[in-house]
């Protein structure tokens, strides 16, 4: 979760996206986009190493597997300023974003790409 401040239009995607997040991938998280992601050395190897998505979605999909193997995730709020000269353009980056958002719930959920669960996390 972040404080921020964003402008109208960015908002509106924003509050877009977080609901098409809960709705095909995450659940329980506010914010998968800024912050930090601290994970362990174990659940660092196991997620990042599942990891299809190479895009702005990422996050998502680290969380989708994070909560798979039950590995406990929190959310602290960050400061975060938008900057002018964003590489990030709000509209093509959504439908992107979007996109990668039904792939991770399409691929999973058909087996295209599989998680398995060979052991328990600490």
Not at 12 to 22: P, R, S
Not at 61 to 69: G, K, M, S, V
Request: charged letters at 20%; one cysteine or more.
């Amino acid at each position: 979760m972040s404080l921020f401040q964003r402008s109208y239009f960015r908002t509106l995607l924003m509050y877009g996206f977080h609901f098409l997040v809960w709705f095909l991938c995450v659940k329980g998280i506010k914010d998968t986009q800024c912050g930090f992601k601290l994970l362990t050395r174990e659940a660092a190897s196991r997620t990042f190493s599942s990891l299809h998505i190479e895009r702005w979605a990422f996050d998502v999909e680290l969380l989708y597997i994070a909560q798979f193997f039950k590995i406990p995730i929190a959310e602290i709020a960050v400061n975060w300023t938008e900057i002018e000269g964003s590489k990030l353009v709000p509209f093509w980056s959504w439908l992107q974003m979007g996109k990668d958002l039904l792939f991770i719930r399409l691929r999973y959920l058909t087996g295209a790409w599989k998680l398995e669960q060979t052991r328990k996390m600490n």
